[in-house]
């Protein structure tokens, strides 16, 4: 199957690539700017936001993988409007493009977050858990979801939507560069590039985590029940651990004592939230191989010690 990526330069993009060419698949890359090198895989320029590129990136697959997208929390605090336009306005581009196309229903699987359930009270999360967003990310997130939804009932599209937990991890000198995010930040101050990791409690805030390996395994397994007319969601999480498990891990993993600064707590934070995976594991056949917490940590903090990685940052 020929599958766009969008999205495909980046963090989780660059390991769904390899993915889909591990298990047989043609894929097909679609980058703003600089392409990285990934042999076997054919790399095209677009825009999500400019529906004639778009319309050139799909002409000729079968599939696509939707990943491109304004992420973080707070930088959509700063730009909400900004994360709209990427997130939805983005998203309505492409599955308008592809319902252009004269032939068959295309396959669309699109990466979510597990951020549009907001913080219910009621653990594990299910997908029949009611959405709440709490932040323009998570917000665009759901919008596009709803858009998808819709657009499936024409008959021009069939679509699973995977809500993903906290992605982690890396593949060699492939990590995670966002240093917002809890285990990149903790290994980045384990290796001495920031000064401490701020701790808002007392560290026993749970979450849940997913391997960025296990999660591009879960995003091309999923290509296989995009059903025209359908829209399915599944919620795609692994491993729940505290900030304080995180820490004393990448203690024990790295070998060096992780400085932190305790502050107080968020008001409205949740103590635990954690995915249910049980219908991804029973629809998908998907089980999660490297989203061990240690596994989660060693294999961020290799891709923090080589120059490759540096060198992305």
Not at 88 to 116: H, K
Not at 177 to 206: F, K, M, S
Request: some cysteine; proline content about 4%; aromatic content about 4%.
């Amino acid at each position: 199957m020929r599958v766009l990526v969008t999205g495909a330069g980046g963090y989780v993009g660059q390991v769904v690539a390899r993915q889909l060419l591990r298990d047989g698949h043609e894929p097909v890359g679609l980058v703003h700017r600089t392409a990285p090198h990934i042999d076997g895989v054919t790399w095209r320029q677009g825009d999500i936001l400019v529906p004639s590129s778009l319309r050139l990136a799909t002409a000729d697959v079968d599939a696509v993988i939707h990943l491109s997208a304004l992420a973080g929390v707070r930088n959509a605090f700063e730009h909400p409007a900004r994360c709209y336009q990427v997130n939805l306005s983005g998203t309505l581009n492409l599955i308008e493009v592809l319902a252009e196309r004269p032939d068959d229903a295309v396959r669309l699987v699109f990466a979510s977050t597990s951020g549009v359930y907001g913080t219910p009270r009621r653990q594990p999360i299910t997908e029949h858990t009611a959405t709440d967003p709490q932040n323009p990310y998570a917000a665009s997130k759901l919008a596009a979801e709803q858009a998808i939804a819709w657009q499936t009932r024409t008959g021009k599209l069939g679509a699973v939507t995977l809500r993903l937990s906290n992605v982690a991890g890396g593949v060699g000198s492939h990590g995670d560069t966002d240093e917002t995010r809890l285990i990149a930040r903790t290994c980045a101050v384990a290796a001495g590039r920031l000064p401490r990791l701020d701790v808002y409690g007392d560290g026993g805030a749970v979450r849940d985590f997913v391997h960025v390996a296990d999660a591009a395994r879960a995003l091309v397994a999923a290509l296989g029940i995009c059903d025209a007319g359908t829209h399915q969601i599944l919620n795609i999480g692994a491993t729940a651990a505290s900030v304080s498990e995180v820490i004393t891990t990448a203690q024990q993993v790295t070998g060096r004592v992780i400085a932190v600064e305790y502050l107080a707590p968020h008001p409205d934070e949740v103590r635990e939230l954690r995915g249910d995976n049980t219908n991804a594991r029973r629809i998908l056949g998907w089980r999660p191989e490297c989203s061990g917490l240690g596994r989660l940590v060693s294999d961020q903090w290799t891709a923090e010690q080589s120059a490759a990685y540096r060198e992305m940052r």
